[in-house]
């Protein structure tokens, strides 16, 4: 079976892969004009990895700016095209609702920043991309949920391996019963955090290493396992006297649960370098290393006693364009989001369990 057949077949992450995502182009787009993104917040993931990634669309565009610094509206807005009249700051955001080339807003600010502008975007009846972890507390993202369906407008969150070809082919492997039935999972995320910067300042991050990277570690435990986790038991380990950890956690580990008695072992780092994932059943395992990264993923499997290296076809789209455009093309067609708002509530609900039980020191129960 071709890749493109087999990733139709997949559940989890893999499911409702539309073809949009691998490039093909369908008959209800054609003729009709691509969708426009607003940016908001023009920062280094604004600007080095998404808004390039917008030229490459099928189905959207970059047609408007949102910054709090006149110089970056300037130097961006002349770098795309982008005229004075879809420039914005942070005060003038909602006259967005006055702007019809504005059908799609992506949220890239600060953590704590995501619920109030992806909850004024929808308020301004346009549809929103919002970054990941989607909000800095469950009730947040519930109220943006809200806000979202009160509005009859999408709410996408930011997981961008929802849409990477090694994911998807990990996910699909795993599904596949390649390795036997998961019993383990290793989901290990980290990098060293630079001092001064907003994500060690909890009232604009939310948390430490868990809300940025360890996420990942997360997410991945659950689209590998494509099951909930029934308990979480969490332990830190954070060295205070070190000046970047005033109010964030460095290092946060935890272990998950799940209904078939698989268990996934998370790492969440601001002080070592981890980007990997294994899934290991009784007839072999599937890992990726890197795991989770822009670019450059590396896959090996084990069958029996053999490993091997596996290395994919380069996709039509690569990741970010296939996020982007996943947004746009769900407008479009009518078809249901990956990756949706209750998607990034559900991580969200679980990092406050995997706190809870670090802070309480004991395992938590969820329902
Ligand atoms: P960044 O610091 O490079 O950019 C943040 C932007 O927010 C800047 O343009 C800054 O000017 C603006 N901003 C507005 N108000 C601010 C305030 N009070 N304090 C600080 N900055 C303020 O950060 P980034 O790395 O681009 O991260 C932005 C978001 O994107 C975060 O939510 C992060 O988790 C997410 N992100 C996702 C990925 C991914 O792979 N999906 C990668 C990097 C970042």
Same mark, same amino acid.
């Given at each position: 079976m071709s890749i493109v057949a087999r990733r139709?077949? %997949?559940?989890?992450?893999?499911?409702? %892969?539309a073809a949009g995502a691998l490039g093909g182009a369908s008959a209800w787009t054609q003729g009709k004009r691509k969708l426009g993104y607003a940016v908001v917040g023009l920062g280094s993931y604004a600007t080095q990895q998404i808004m390039p990634r917008l030229a490459q669309c099928e189905f959207a565009e970059l047609r408007a700016l949102v910054s709090g610094m006149p110089e970056k509206l300037e130097k961006f807005g002349a770098q795309y095209g982008? =005229?004075?009249?879809h420039w914005y700051d942070y005060r003038g955001?909602?006259?967005?609702?006055?702007? =019809?080339?504005?059908d799609l807003v992506y949220v890239v600010l600060p953590n704590s920043m995501h619920a109030e502008y992806s909850i004024r975007a929808s308020q301004a009846g346009k549809h929103v991309l919002c970054e990941?972890?989607?909000?800095?507390s469950a009730a947040e993202c519930e109220a943006m949920i809200a806000a979202a369906r009160a509005a009859r407008r999408k709410l996408m969150i930011g997981y961008r391996c929802h849409f990477e070809r090694y994911n998807l082919h990990a996910v699909e492997l795993v599904r596949s019963g390649f390795a036997g039935r998961p019993t383990l999972i290793t989901s290990e995320h980290g990098f060293y955090a630079r001092p001064?910067?907003?994500? %060690?300042?909890r009232a604009l991050s939310g948390g430490g290493s868990l809300m940025d990277i360890g996420i990942y570690s997360l997410n991945a435990a659950r689209y590998l396992s494509g099951e909930e986790p029934v308990e979480i038991s969490a332990m830190e380990s954070t060295?205070?006297?070190?000046?970047?950890?005033r109010t964030v956690e460095d290092r946060i580990d935890w272990q998950m649960r799940f209904p078939s008695g698989a268990i996934a072992n998370c790492v969440s780092s601001y002080s070592s370098g981890h980007n990997a994932f294994r899934v290991t059943g009784n007839r072999g395992w599937v890992e990726l290393e =890197?795991?989770?990264?822009y670019a450059g993923h590396r896959m090996r499997t084990r069958e029996g006693g053999r490993i091997n290296d596996v290395t994919l076809p380069a996709p039509a789209k690569d990741q970010f364009v296939a996020q982007l455009d996943h947004l746009a093309e769900s407008v479009l067609s009518g078809t249901a989001l990956r990756a949706s708002g209750e998607e990034g509530l559900r991580d969200m609900r679980l990092i406050e369990a995997i706190y809870r039980s670090a802070r309480e020191r004991r395992a938590i129960t969820l329902a």
């Amino acid at each position: 079976m071709s890749i493109v057949a087999r990733r139709k077949v %997949l559940g989890g992450i893999g499911a409702g %892969l539309a073809a949009g995502a691998l490039g093909g182009a369908s008959a209800w787009t054609q003729g009709k004009r691509k969708l426009g993104y607003a940016v908001v917040g023009l920062g280094s993931y604004a600007t080095q990895q998404i808004m390039p990634r917008l030229a490459q669309c099928e189905f959207a565009e970059l047609r408007a700016l949102v910054s709090g610094m006149p110089e970056k509206l300037e130097k961006f807005g002349a770098q795309y095209g982008i =005229p004075r009249t879809h420039w914005y700051d942070y005060r003038g955001y909602d006259r967005i609702r006055d702007n =019809p080339d504005i059908d799609l807003v992506y949220v890239v600010l600060p953590n704590s920043m995501h619920a109030e502008y992806s909850i004024r975007a929808s308020q301004a009846g346009k549809h929103v991309l919002c970054e990941k972890p989607m909000a800095v507390s469950a009730a947040e993202c519930e109220a943006m949920i809200a806000a979202a369906r009160a509005a009859r407008r999408k709410l996408m969150i930011g997981y961008r391996c929802h849409f990477e070809r090694y994911n998807l082919h990990a996910v699909e492997l795993v599904r596949s019963g390649f390795a036997g039935r998961p019993t383990l999972i290793t989901s290990e995320h980290g990098f060293y955090a630079r001092p001064g910067q907003w994500r %060690l300042d909890r009232a604009l991050s939310g948390g430490g290493s868990l809300m940025d990277i360890g996420i990942y570690s997360l997410n991945a435990a659950r689209y590998l396992s494509g099951e909930e986790p029934v308990e979480i038991s969490a332990m830190e380990s954070t060295d205070r006297d070190d000046e970047r950890f005033r109010t964030v956690e460095d290092r946060i580990d935890w272990q998950m649960r799940f209904p078939s008695g698989a268990i996934a072992n998370c790492v969440s780092s601001y002080s070592s370098g981890h980007n990997a994932f294994r899934v290991t059943g009784n007839r072999g395992w599937v890992e990726l290393e =890197p795991a989770t990264s822009y670019a450059g993923h590396r896959m090996r499997t084990r069958e029996g006693g053999r490993i091997n290296d596996v290395t994919l076809p380069a996709p039509a789209k690569d990741q970010f364009v296939a996020q982007l455009d996943h947004l746009a093309e769900s407008v479009l067609s009518g078809t249901a989001l990956r990756a949706s708002g209750e998607e990034g509530l559900r991580d969200m609900r679980l990092i406050e369990a995997i706190y809870r039980s670090a802070r309480e020191r004991r395992a938590i129960t969820l329902a």
